[in-house]
């Protein structure tokens, strides 16, 4: 593991650090080039140099909560006490489920997949209510990939659909796709025509070269004309009726896509969480792959959370199978629908959850949360949260990446080392999950339950 | 009417200072239209207005009205948030996610704020 880079300041400046090479974690960009200075009197960041907007809210938002380690039902309890009882709740639950690990390293995901291997439970991750259904769809249609180190270097025709980066990854243009100069894109934005789709005039249109505005709720039909006309076939006439986009500008588009030399379609949550979701994504990897027959196209899903991506894979390399998967067999199954947590909670399954650094008390469908009020929820977070509020057992843990080290995944699947500035009296996700696991494998005999 | 949930710079940062603070609650709770549609229902900034569907309703406060040409007729945006969760369907048609985005709402307005 890389040593942190810090640097103690003056003599006359003693508390105060400066941390090089540090990695911000708040967005799927997991921008790797902060500069910190941390007060180290405060135990606070003070600057984030070269953060963006959401960067500069998380590393100066993040100091030491002034809340208890552990409480249960409220009350503040010993670290162990609130462990003993977490393992106690996925012990004797029947349908233990885990939700969320977004926000934590893989190291602490690694230790949840172990849990719930251990209980025969079900874990879920933020990817099912985010890009679960390119999940889907990847396995249905294939991936074209690249990294954002490859797309900087020679991307020559940017797409972006259903997605607002300039306000939910405000450097994913300046830092890989768009401003940048690369090997083969000298003169940076200059060399690349940039194209914008959506239903709305964002932040972003700015810095398009060109803006499409697409029908609400008419992605898949827009993709699957250009996938039309991308292989040669007609299409309706009526097509600028159906999605808005005239067929003028369609022919436009598709002589630039397959006339590019590097191309790139990045897709957010306007494909994924509309009518058609999985279809959507499939429909521009299909016309990605499609369009390898005339150029290099790659499509990438632009992710929202620091360690969405290692979610995916640290859930993928264990289990096989990359989030909704269910242990009660005693081997990994995979049903997005049946296994993913809005569904299960929805429909009154789980016993007990165990949520890691979420918030589904906040942002999950009123009966999900409704019936997620019914049953012992045990919570880890590094803030105070509609979750942990209503949790029966609830730890503050440190921060990912303020805090604590470890690896996450950049949205281009680019795993990267975690430089924590400042110590935290709270414990890891990572520890913590370890504890109950160690808990858990004493309850048990050769992994099941001792008989009563 | 559509009702988009989505991401902002805002709801971003105040996300940081945390859920449970003013800040995040207000912003989450506040939604954008054009000019047009504020007109027609007869709008304006900081108007409460109560937004309804199959699943739930919630009030919220009417911003500042976008330009016509920004955002379409008949379209709500609104930043993430337990505001549009309350309204969300449960259903994923078996694929885990909601229908998060494009949800259809009907508006009533309350008063003046």
Not at chain 1, 15 to 40: H, K, P, Q, S, Y
Not at chain 2, 23 to 41: D, G, P, R, V, W
């Amino acid at each position: 593991m890389s040593e942190t880079k810090t640097t103690e300041a003056a003599a006359d400046e003693p508390n105060i650090r400066i941390v090089e090479d540090a990695t911000c974690t708040f967005c799927g960009c997991v921008c790797d080039d902060m500069e910190l200075t941390v007060d180290l009197d405060a135990n606070r960041i003070t600057k984030a140099k070269n953060a963006c907007v959401l960067g500069r809210a998380w590393f100066l938002q993040h100091g030491i909560e002034d809340h208890p380690q552990a409480m249960i039902e409220g009350r503040e309890v010993p670290l162990e006490e609130a462990m003993d009882e977490a393992a106690r709740i996925l012990h004797e639950a029947k349908f233990p489920i885990t939700y969320g690990l977004s926000d934590s390293p893989c190291e602490a995901q690694r230790v949840a997949v172990a849990i719930n291997d251990l209980v025969r439970g079900n874990i879920d991750t933020t990817t099912s209510v985010c890009h679960g259904p390119s999940g889907i769809a990847f396995q249905g249609v294939g991936e074209s990939t690249a990294t954002l180190g490859e797309v900087k270097n020679r991307a020559d025709l940017v797409i972006y659909w259903g997605g607002n980066p300039a306000e939910s990854h405000p450097r994913h243009f300046t830092r890989y796709t768009v401003t940048p100069k690369g090997r083969y894109i000298p003169n940076g934005k200059k060399d690349r025509y940039v194209v914008l789709i959506d239903i709305r005039k964002t932040p972003s249109s700015p810095v398009a070269d060109q803006s499409i505005r697409v029908k609400p709720g008419r992605d898949f039909e827009l993709l699957w004309a250009l996938r039309a006309l991308v292989r040669g076939r007609d299409i309706s006439p009526d097509i600028e009726e159906i999605t808005g986009v005239s067929r003028e500008t369609l022919d436009e588009l598709v002589e630039r896509m397959k006339n590019c030399n590097f191309g790139v379609l990045f897709f957010g949550m306007g494909l994924t969480m509309t009518r058609g979701r999985h279809f959507n994504s499939g429909a521009l990897l299909a016309l990605a792959t499609d369009l390898n027959k005339h150029t290099h196209f790659v499509a990438k899903p632009v992710r929202g959370h620091g360690n969405v991506t290692g979610a995916d894979n640290v859930v993928s390399w264990q289990t096989g199978y990359p989030f909704g998967v269910n242990f009660h067999r005693g081997y990994p199954r995979f049903n997005p629908g049946e296994y993913t947590t809005v569904d299960l909670l929805a429909r009154g399954d789980a016993d007990a959850a165990m949520m890691i650094a979420t918030d589904p008390a906040s942002n999950f469908p009123k009966r999900a949360i409704e019936n997620l009020k019914k049953i012992p929820v045990i919570s880890l977070d590094a803030k105070p949260t509609y979750t942990s509020r209503a949790a029966r057992v609830a730890f503050m843990v440190a921060t990912y990446g303020i805090n604590t080290g470890g690896t996450v995944y950049r949205m281009d699947d680019v795993p990267i080392t975690l430089r924590p500035a400042f110590d935290s009296p709270f414990p890891t996700d990572e520890e913590v999950l370890t504890g109950i696991y160690t808990r858990l494998k004493a309850l048990r005999v050769n992994g099941r339950k001792k008989a009563a | 009417m559509i009702l988009i949930p989505g991401r902002s710079s805002k709801q971003g940062t105040s996300l940081n200072a945390g859920k449970l603070k003013e800040e995040y609650q207000t912003i989450t709770s506040t939604i954008e239209m054009n000019e047009s549609t504020m007109n027609k229902l007869g709008l304006s900034t900081g108007d409460r207005v109560r937004l309804s569907c199959s699943t739930g309703k919630v009030e919220v406060a009417c911003g500042k009205p976008r330009k016509d040409e920004d955002l379409p007729d008949g379209m709500i945006f609104i930043p993430y948030g337990p505001s549009s969760s309350e309204l969300m369907e449960s259903d994923t048609a078996g694929t885990g996610m909601p229908m998060s985005k494009q949800m259809m709402v009907e508006v009533e307005r309350l008063g003046a704020n």
